[in-house]
Nanobody
Framework: VQLQASGGGLVQAGGSLRLSCAASGGTFSSHVMGWFRQAPGKGREFVTAISRSYGSTIYGDSVKGRFTISRDNAKNTGYLQMNSLKPEDTAVYYC????????????????WGQGTQVTVSS
């Protein structure tokens, strides 16, 4: 499965962005999809993940209530709606996919997109 993340950019604090993750080369609907982020000088942080059939989601504590993950299996695309953005949300955002169960552990994901930069100004 190949993943292509897009939708990043520069936004002011309090604003919103929607990231997309387009999948190809495999059966998207058979994969859990996750989003991670990495800020300069920091490790990869779990953001959120969604199960194959859109039945279950999990979120990192820092984004709960502000970010929403979704997917459209017919379009082979996942989304990350980010609202009430804060400067500390600034990072490169990566989408990832895996077969198996929902998880927040990046090492358990098999496929990764190239990342899209999100910058939130104060």
């Amino acid at each position: 499965v190949q993943l292509q993340a897009s939708g990043g950019g520069l936004v002011q604090a309090g604003g919103s962005l929607r990231l997309s993750c387009a999948a190809s080369g495999g059966t998207f609907s058979s994969h859990v999809m996750g989003w991670f982020r990495q800020a300069p000088g920091k490790g990869r942080e779990f953001v959120t993940a969604i199960s194959r059939s859109y039945g279950s989601t999990i979120y990192g504590d820092s984004v709960k209530g502000r970010f929403t993950i979704s997917r459209d299996n017919a379009k082979n695309t996942g989304y990350l709606q980010m609202n009430s953005l804060k400067p500390e949300d600034t990072a490169v955002y990566y989408c990832a996919a895996r077969r198996g169960l929902l998880t927040n552990i990046p090492e358990n994901y098999d496929y990764w997109g190239q990342g899209t930069q999100v910058t939130v100004s104060s």
